[in-house]
Nanobody, 125 residues
Framework: EVQLVESGGGLVQAGGSLKLACVVSGIPFDNYVIGWLRQAPGKEREGVSCISSDGGSRYYEDSAKGRFTISSDDAKNTVYLQMSSVKPEDTAVYYC??????????????????WGQGTQVTVSS
């Protein structure tokens, strides 16, 4: 059974930091990427960042560059998204998802096959 379980969301003040975690199991692909995507109220779901299963490829959307860092811990089967210098516009439900690619690029929501349930991040001004 494929499972992606996010945690770490919450309420944070603008300029603060938050670290999201995604525990991954049962991915049915030999090579895959794990992405973090988000959906703000009234907006379409969008990509934020991505890391390949071997950790060798990482990608950040412009909105995340310089502020967010994606990483993985193979021993814990966990992918993290360290969010720093957060802004009110970062408020969204954050999802982790898996896609059958060798490396990361600007993959959109439709590229991902398996999703977690999401975790809410709210940034207050």
């Amino acid at each position: 059974e494929v499972q992606l379980v996010e945690s770490g969301g919450g309420l944070v003040q603008a300029g603060g930091s938050l670290k999201l975690a995604c525990v991954v199991s049962g991915i049915p692909f030999d090579n895959y990427v794990i992405g973090w995507l988000r959906q703000a109220p009234g907006k379409e779901r969008e990509g934020v960042s991505c890391i390949s299963s071997d950790g060798g490829s990482r990608y950040y959307e412009d909105s995340a560059k310089g502020r967010f860092t994606i990483s993985s811990d193979d021993a814990k089967n966990t992918v993290y998204l360290q969010m720093s210098s957060v802004k009110p516009e970062d408020t969204a439900v954050y999802y982790c998802a898996a896609a059958p690619f060798y490396y990361c690029a600007g993959h959109g929501p439709s590229d991902y096959h398996h999703w977690g349930q999401g975790t809410q991040v709210t940034v207050s001004s």
